[in-house]
């Protein structure tokens, strides 16, 4: 099974301020055939499913402001708030969908400080 | 609009079962490929099961291999989960949660998601 692993567990950053979130994959996630990365970013509010933001470690979902981007390759992927608001407090998750059997990573909480 | 609405949840003891059904409305089921997700509370979340569009093929996580099995009815445009010797771990909230992309043989990311039914197991 491919396991997950996000830095730090907790982020505490100032409005205004980048939000950088780390995701490690124990294998790549790179389909070389298609190129794609199988990796995708969610957003959790308290009482709320998760919220997709990022598919295709790049690709932002419709509706999802710019200042939020994902990057990276293989193994190593990047979660980013570019300017922290108040309304992106919440937890973030990765999660890999290359394998037939999905992971997801252990989440990262974003505080205001 | 796209709505996934879960049902089944419920309080059962430890080697009991329950089955969880999804109904599913705003979209063409019968081509995408379906997800059982849980969260624990204070968890993150767990991808319990997926099944392909058609139904034939179905993967696992190896926590739930062998005791839950999920399958689903294109014509009702319902997804199920069956759950056997249920125990104190499986207590969670349950998301149905459908794949982005038409099913070509693979699973692609979550795009939307249900609001969930609890399970608790507890004697």
């Given at each position: 099974?491919?396991?997950?692993?996000?830095?730090?567990?907790?982020?505490?950053?100032?409005?205004?301020?980048?939000?950088?979130?780390?995701?490690?994959?124990?294998?790549?996630?790179?389909?070389?055939?298609?190129s794609?990365?199988?990796?995708?970013?969610?957003?959790?509010?308290?009482?709320?499913?998760?919220?997709?933001?990022?598919?295709?470690?790049?690709?932002?979902?419709?509706?999802?402001?710019?200042?939020?981007?994902?990057?990276?390759?293989?193994?190593?992927?990047?979660?980013?708030?570019?300017?922290?608001?108040?309304?992106?407090?919440?937890?973030?998750?990765?999660?890999?969908y290359?394998?037939?059997?999905?992971?997801?990573?252990?989440?990262?909480?974003?505080?205001?400080? | 609009?796209?709505?996934?609405?879960?049902?089944?949840?419920?309080?059962?003891?430890?080697?009991?079962?329950?089955?969880?059904?999804?109904?599913?409305?705003?979209f063409?089921?019968?081509?995408?490929?379906?997800?059982?997700?849980?969260?624990?509370?204070?968890?993150?979340?767990?991808?319990?099961?997926?099944?392909?569009?058609?139904?034939?093929?179905?993967?696992?996580?190896?926590?739930?291999?062998?005791?839950?099995t999920?399958?689903?009815?294109?014509?009702?445009?319902?997804?199920?989960l069956?759950?056997?010797?249920?125990?104190?771990?499986?207590?969670?909230?349950?998301?149905?949660?459908?794949?982005?992309?038409?099913?070509?043989?693979?699973?692609?990311?979550?795009?939307?998601?249900?609001?969930?039914?609890?399970?608790?197991?507890?004697?």
């Amino acid at each position: 099974d491919i396991v997950m692993t996000q830095s730090p567990d907790s982020l505490a950053v100032s409005l205004g301020e980048r939000a950088t979130i780390s995701c490690k994959s124990s294998q790549s996630v790179l389909y070389s055939a298609n190129s794609k990365n199988y990796l995708a970013w969610y957003q959790q509010k308290p009482g709320q499913p998760p919220k997709p933001l990022i598919y295709w470690a790049s690709t932002r979902e419709s509706g999802v402001p710019d200042r939020f981007s994902g990057s990276g390759s293989g193994t190593d992927f990047t979660l980013t708030i570019s300017s922290l608001q108040a309304e992106d407090v919440a937890v973030y998750y990765c999660q890999q969908y290359y394998s037939t059997t999905q992971s997801f990573g252990q989440g990262t909480k974003v505080e205001i400080k | 609009e796209v709505h996934l609405l879960e049902s089944g949840g419920d309080l059962v003891q430890p080697g009991g079962s329950l089955r969880l059904s999804c109904e599913a409305s705003g979209f063409s089921f019968g081509n995408y490929a379906m997800n059982w997700v849980r969260q624990a509370p204070g968890k993150g979340p767990e991808w319990v099961s997926g099944i392909s569009s058609s139904g034939g093929s179905t993967h696992y996580a190896e926590s739930v291999k062998g005791r839950f099995t999920i399958a689903r009815d294109n014509s009702k445009n319902t997804l199920y989960l069956e759950m056997n010797s249920l125990r104190a771990e499986d207590t969670a909230l349950y998301f149905c949660a459908k794949d982005r992309d038409f099913w070509s043989g693979y699973y692609t990311s979550i795009d939307y998601w249900g609001q969930g039914t609890q399970v608790t197991v507890s004697s």
